[in-house]
């Protein structure tokens, strides 16, 4: 077993998020299973599910519907996909555990620190990703779709953006910066897809 993930890794809410999806894995009338999870976690991310749900009052049972939603987005439109772009990625793991097709390009945009973590504990798993998947290194912040073209993104080719939970923890501004630095470098095009769970509408 792979020693727990460092605190930096697990930075916001990534590693109770993924701490979420191992108990679902381990049910029997489970949603979806992901073998990764538990593992990615680590102490600390159980230990942040356990703080969080103590505080709210009892499990979060959204989670795990989202979780089922996104990949049923994704398995229903993959066959007129080219490629996928995960902004904010964190701890997700469908390139290793979905059935897409093996020609599908696979995007992951996240901090420095996250991927450090996640490619350690994934290759001493010895998770291997079922399609062409790509880390991107940057801070959403900030200026991350130059990085996403230099990984090898198509502009024009067909495309789903998915950002699962990432909009509910930025600001209106942050959400605006986000969208505008994909369109200052054109990434987004006609044939791409958005797919986001957020707390309100991305402002216009």
């Given amino acids: 077993m792979p020693e727990d993930p460092a605190p930096a890794a697990n930075s916001g809410t990534a590693s109770w998020i993924a ?9 029997a009338d489970r949603l979806f299973r992901d073998p990764y999870a538990s593992a990615l976690a680590g102490t600390l991310g ?3 599910l356990e703080a969080s749900e103590r505080a709210s009052g009892g499990e979060n049972q959204f989670l795990p519907i989202r979780t ?3 990949d049923d987005v994704l398995e229903a439109e993959a066959d007129k996909l080219d490629q996928v772009v ?4 964190g701890l997700d793991t469908r390139a290793f555990r979905l059935g897409l097709p093996d020609r599908l390009r696979w995007f992951e945009i996240d901090r420095p620190d996250v991927f450090v973590q996640k490619e350690r504990v994934l290759g001493e798993l010895g998770a291997v990703a079922r399609w062409q998947r790509s880390v991107v290194v940057a801070d959403l912040t900030g200026a991350w779709s130059e990085p996403l073209l230099d990984a090898g993104f198509g502009v024009g080719c067909r495309t789903t953006w998915l950002a699962e939970g990432l909009f509910f923890y930025l600001s209106a501004e942050l959400v605006r910066n986000v969208l505008a630095d994909g369109d200052d470098q ?3 095009k006609p044939m791409s897809e958005h797919a986001s769970c957020s707390r309100q509408d991305v402002p216009q």
């Fill in 186 to 188: 054109h990434v987004h």
């Fill in 19 to 27: 701490a979420a999806r191992a108990r679902e894995s381990e049910r």
């Fill in 86 to 89: 995960l902004l904010g990625a």
């Fill in 68 to 70: 089922r939603f996104f």
């Fill in 46 to 48: 159980r230990s942040a």
